[in-house]
């Protein structure tokens, strides 16, 4: 979930290539919470800053809905503060702004590995 059309597609492309189908996308964290109550997805990218919901809460609306969730932040560099913050929220992961296919195949493999121990 993105406001910017071109980081969606970035990470829609990038996902699939770690074999990872994108089942829905979002501009803001009202629609991502809505489609994510609706498909019940594996894996959650979230925007940190969108509008009409910012991705933080969002995350918080999520993980309440589902404490298993899967969500996996997005921000620019210099918000470390905010991705401390919603990791301590419940979200499993996150992405820095400028996107890099390295960093989302780390993050995925990380997620995977965990996956395999529970």
Known sequence: MDDSAFGRMYI???L???G???IGEAENGRVA???YKLLLP???TMDVIMNVMNGIEALSEIVTYNPLAVV???SSMGQSDIVNAAIKMGAKGFFIKPLQEKQIESVI???NQ???KN
């Open 12 to 14: 829609t492309k990038s």
């Open 16 to 18: 699939s290539k770690f």
């Open 20 to 22: 990872i189908r994108v």
């Open 33 to 35: 919470l809505e489609k």
């Open 42 to 44: 594996d894996i959650v």
């Open 72 to 74: 996996i932040m997005v």
């Open 109 to 111: 493999r990380r997620l």
């Open 114 to 116: 965990n996956n395999k």
